[in-house]
């Protein structure tokens, strides 16, 4: 059985990717350095660090200036459901 899934990778200050990868936690947490949290979004799921206070701002989530800071990947809903 094949586990991998696309995602769109999108490091700090660089044009996001598309990736092939495990679709493990795992494999994010290799990617993103460090353990992970997940945060649901409409019909996506971001995916980053879990401490990322002292990290630079990645992408604003809303008009009122709410940030994603590090790396991040963002996969659709569907896709994550597996160890979710």
Known sequence: MNNTIVIIYKEVGKEPIFRKVENSIKS????????IEII???????????????????????????????????????MTSSFL
Do not use: H, M, Q, W
């Open 28 to 35: 994010f947490e290799t990617i993103l350095g460090g353990e």
């Open 40 to 78: 649901p979004y409409e019909d996506i799921v971001i995916i980053c660090r879990k401490n990322r206070d002292s990290l630079k701002a990645n992408i604003y989530i809303n008009n009122i200036g709410f940030s994603i800071r590090g790396n991040i990947i963002l996969v659709k809903k569907l």
